[in-house]
């Protein structure tokens, strides 16, 4: 998950990364979506919701494994973790009196409170006042964070005591790949009759001409199977892709250090055809 973030989000990565290397969470965070489906603005929050949980183990004697942690909140049952999401296109005052209420008394687990308000625009006049309330007099141990598709259409008092962050769009068709991802992408589908050992200096003079192109190559293709996982479609092998996305993954990383590029090549392939 934090390879996937950084190479499509690196902005958003890098501020929660650097954040949490300093010790500097806010307390309220303000998250721009840039017209991203709900499903990949999901994505992002639920990296962020697990990031700020994660830092809680350093700071408080948590009583809960980290994996059953995350697998709770996953699935929305961690009592410490709270969605709001608009009723009838508003969100209300009583659904935030119900934050205050559930996060009045000490975490059960001892780890840090999070409530996220997806829409957070859609909030009335009287939801806005109870949520400016909460954020003129944080708790150290309640993390809010507001979700919204411009953020100019929330209320500047409660902007302004935000974390802003916005995330990039990210293209979800297979129109926006290049011919060349394509091109690569339908020799990997050929594989086991076509040795793509055979095309390796085609590959090295055009795709992996340095580890600069090849970390934009790596990380386009890695979309591009990414976006395989999300389509409901039965003709996609699953295990297969999440082979894939494994393999890139792990060359991608390799990229970050002094590697010699013939041998990075030559093992990104032959890994390819073993899938």
Not at 41 to 64: P, Q
Not at 100 to 126: A, G, H, I
Not at 179 to 201: A, G, H, Y
């Amino acid at each position: 998950m934090d390879l996937e973030v950084e190479s499509l989000q690196p902005m958003f990565y890098n501020q929660i990364m650097k954040a949490l290397d300093k010790g500097f969470l806010s307390h309220a965070y303000l998250i721009e979506t840039n017209n991203n489906s709900i499903d990949i603005v999901k994505k992002y929050i639920l990296f962020l919701v697990e990031r700020i949980y994660e830092d809680s183990y350093k700071n408080h004697d948590v009583t809960i494994s980290k994996d059953k942690l995350f697998h709770l909140i996953e699935n929305n049952e961690f009592p410490d973790y709270i969605e709001v999401n608009p009723v009838n296109n508003q969100i209300k005052k009583e659904q935030l009196l119900f934050i205050r209420d559930e996060f009045s008394s000490k975490s059960l687990y001892n780890t840090r409170k999070v409530y996220v308000v997806f829409e957070c625009d859609k909030m009335n006049v009287s939801a806005s006042n109870t949520i400016l309330k909460f954020l003129e007099e944080p708790s150290d141990d309640v993390v809010a964070i507001f979700v919204t598709s411009n953020q100019y259409n929330v209320l500047d008092t409660i902007r302004s005591r935000c974390q802003i962050m916005r995330l990039q769009y990210e293209e979800s068709n297979e129109s926006s790949f290049s011919d060349e991802i394509l091109s690569f992408i339908d020799d990997i589908n050929k594989r086991k009759s076509d040795d793509l050992l055979l095309k390796f200096n085609y590959y090295s003079s055009n795709f992996f001409k340095d580890k600069s192109s090849s970390t934009d190559f790596i990380r386009e293709l890695l979309k591009y199977y990414k976006s395989l996982l999300n389509k409901e479609d039965n003709t996609i092998n699953l295990e297969e892709v999440i082979n894939i996305v494994s393999i890139l993954d792990e060359k991608l990383k390799k990229l970050k250090y002094n590697v010699n590029m013939k041998l990075w090549i030559d093992d990104l392939l032959l890994s390819l055809m073993e899938v």
